[in-house]
């Protein structure tokens, strides 16, 4: 099921658990239920909308990763490319993400901070967990992300690097 189909699942439950909580008995007036069924679709709408910002792209030499609520921007040359790797994560288990920090965990998607199972932290931003670019950063830190293209990007971070290296 796609991170979408289970935002509107949580919703749906959402608005269920509304209706149970909230008692339509007092004379029955619909702004007994209104209001928060209004406000549970209003985070339901925040929430679709999160769930579709996905975005990786290079400005100048600056990486920029947009993922739900969070964005990170890290310089080229920040970045330690001769470790970075194409990984599957059924096979290079120490790279899954493990513990939550701050971010997003639905099936088919892992937005935001998390610690990964060989302790590291990282900023992740995954949907295929078979083509996943691990972008070690000099600071012992991580980025974990699953572009469409993880050799394209990978080769194009590589020339920025060896462009900034030469002035």
């Given amino acids: 099921m796609q991170p979408l189909a289970w ?3 949580l919703g749906v439950m959402l608005v269920v658990a509304t209706g149970l909580v909230v008692p339509l008995h007092r004379s029955g007036s619909a702004s007994n239920w209104l209001v928060p069924l209004l ?4 985070l339901l709408a925040a929430l679709s909308l999160a769930l579709r910002r996905r975005r ?3 400005d100048g030499t600056r990486l920029r990763v ?3 609520f969070y964005t990170r921007r890290i310089a080229v040359r920040e970045l330690d490319l001769d470790r970075a790797r194409i990984v599957d994560l059924a096979e290079h ?9 701050n971010g997003y965990g639905l099936p088919g998607l892992r937005s935001g901070h998390y610690r990964l199972r060989n302790g590291v932290r990282a900023f992740c931003l995954l949907t295929d967990s ?7 950063q000099r600071d ?3 980025l974990l992300l699953s572009p469409e293209k993880p050799q394209a990007l990978l080769a194009r971070l590589r020339e920025l690097a060896v462009a900034d290296r030469r002035g």
């Fill in 93 to 101: 288990d120490e790279f899954a993400p493990r513990l939550k920090i």
């Fill in 140 to 142: 012992g830190r991580c």
């Fill in 56 to 58: 990786i792209a290079i």
């Fill in 7 to 9: 935002a509107v699942l």
């Fill in 66 to 68: 947009a993922s739900t």
């Fill in 39 to 42: 406000v549970a679709a209003a």
């Fill in 130 to 136: 078979e083509r996943v670019l691990v972008l070690p």
